[in-house]
């Protein structure tokens, strides 16, 4: 079984139950099935060789979601490409993966044109666009290929580029055993509405097959705007939807908010980032208990632990980012690879049919990150009694101030708690007295004196722990993705101390 099979099977299923929604436009599982069809037909016609690459460069639309579905279809490999990505980017990452066929918004052709690719224009007209390569596969079925547990079914980018890529190959099991855990973690059924808001290209991507396994509607929008966002929500019947940390608080904090209804919302699931534990329980009270959460790396795509909105209700759990999984094992391991007791602090390393098969072409970063069958992931966390995650940061950001080790998320945690603060993120800047001092730099509702908040800390967690100095930003520096870049903050820390 394949994922595209679990769509194919839907559609034999509920043919006329609503597949895709897109600003009220909609088309039922057999249209979407016929125009995918049609698609992958017509790519095959293009390069017959199963398992080759498509890189697809596009936001969130119709269009896309057919040559996504075309992809699997014709049976290939994905290789999502986000328009956003540095211009240097895209064409190094659709040449390292040797894409044949590269299905691109126009706005974004010519960076492919250098390379010896075939491509489709999405949005376009005449004979290259994506509404040809439909007509030309018009009423025709594609080859079905079997593809192994193990073989690639996309290669994603994890990080910029410096040099060769890093691409990560998912391979079937690994998206089947992602499909299942978020149909049985989320309860997602038939005729529940699934809203694709944040880049399918990414985390939210991981919630296409799952909606479409269960006979469930995608509702689609492209970078819509908070106030825009919580108005779909509100009024669109939303059962599950992926969301950053921080789209989810500016949304919780439009003048309002609190005054509209989500009657059918049960999942809106935060994930790439941590949320503080008083901005989880001021979006409950926006949106009502249905704010979940989730983690998992592109190595391990999206949902390796979880913790359902009935558990994240509970105070004691909001800094969690739940329990492992069904289908996937998640432990915390010392430097001599010995997994450690619940209240110990090491490396969060996972295994199981969710994980990676490895990195394209880059055999040796794959050696150090699989190792005996874990997934390194060189996140730093501590698994407490009841079994739920609780992480410490990155392992290269651990500071050591005066040679004691200060985990950045222990620091975010208490700061967060002060009434001011909106957001914040901690970090060590180079220091000649302690090695590397303690920095925070912080969003804030309102003014606020620096002492105050450098004192909140001292008090719950001792003066080394606390922040040498406090850095006020209006926004923390995030990526396309909505990930914060915390070495923007050391290195604009550094420059400061420099002047």
Not at 136 to 164: M, N, Q, Y
Not at 248 to 274: H, V
Not at 277 to 290: D, L, R, S
Not at 295 to 308: D, H, K, M, V
Request: aromatic share 6%; glycine share 10%.
């Amino acid at each position: 079984m394949t994922p595209i099979e679990m769509f194919i099977r839907a559609a034999a299923i509920w043919p006329e139950a609503i597949a895709v929604d897109v600003t009220g436009k909609t088309l039922s599982y057999a249209q979407l099935l016929a125009r995918v069809r049609a698609a992958a037909s017509a790519l095959q016609q293009i390069d017959p060789a199963p398992g080759s690459r498509v890189g697809i460069c596009a936001y969130n639309d119709l269009e896309h979601l057919i040559a996504f579905l075309a992809t699997f279809a014709a049976g290939k490999t994905w290789v999502p490409l986000y328009p956003r990505l540095g211009r240097s980017e895209l064409p190094v990452m659709a040449e390292f993966t040797d894409a044949s066929i590269v299905i691109t918004l126009e706005e974004s052709r010519e960076l492919f044109e250098s390379l010896d690719t075939h491509i489709v224009t999405l949005g376009a007209a005449g004979k290259t666009s994506f509404a040809a390569l439909e007509a030309a596969g018009e009423g025709k079925a594609p080859e079905r290929h079997f593809r192994e547990l193990d073989a690639v079914h996309a290669i994603k980018f994890t990080g910029g580029t410096t040099g060769a890529p890093k691409g990560v190959m998912q391979p079937v099991r690994a998206w089947n055993t992602n499909i299942a855990t978020q149909i049985h973690v989320w309860g997602m059924g038939a005729g529940e509405r699934t809203l694709l808001a944040a880049p399918m290209t990414h985390g939210a991507g991981t919630y296409i097959m799952p909606t479409l396994a269960v006979g469930g509607t995608l509702v689609i929008a492209d970078r819509q705007r908070p106030e825009q966002l919580i108005e779909i929500l509100a009024a669109q019947n939303i059962a599950t939807v992926f969301l950053p940390p921080t789209l989810i608080q500016l949304m919780a904090d439009i003048p309002g908010a609190g005054d509209l209804s989500f009657p059918g919302l049960r999942n809106l699931i935060y994930g790439a980032g941590p949320m503080q534990p008083q901005a989880v329980e001021k979006a409950q009270g926006i949106f009502g208990e249905c704010i979940a959460t989730t983690y998992g790396q592109t190595e391990a795509p999206q949902i390796a632990t979880a913790l359902s909105a009935e558990d994240l209700a509970k105070p004691e759990l909001r800094a969690s980012v739940g329990r492992e999984t069904l289908l996937t094992r998640v432990a915390v391991m010392d430097d001599e690879g010995a997994l450690l007791p619940p209240g110990e602090i090491g490396e969060v390393v996972i295994r199981g049919d969710l994980v990676m098969t490895g990195y394209w072409r880059q055999s040796e970063k794959t050696t150090e990150t699989l190792v005996d069958g874990w997934l390194h992931t060189g996140d730093l966390g501590m698994l407490n009694e009841t079994g739920c995650l609780l992480l410490k940061g990155r392992e290269r950001d651990v500071i050591i101030s005066g040679g004691f080790n200060v985990y950045p998320g222990d620091v975010e945690k208490i700061l967060g708690q002060h009434g001011d603060v909106s957001d914040c993120a901690v970090f060590g800047v180079p220091d000649e007295k302690w090695g590397e001092a303690v920095h925070a730099a912080v969003e804030l509702h309102r003014e606020c004196d620096a002492a105050q908040l450098i004192e909140h800390v001292k008090a719950s967690l001792g003066p080394v722990k606390a922040p040498k100095k406090i850095h006020v930003y209006e926004a923390l520096p995030r990526n396309a993705y909505g990930k914060l870049q915390r070495q923007d903050l050391v290195d604009a820390a550094v420059k400061r101390e420099e002047n």
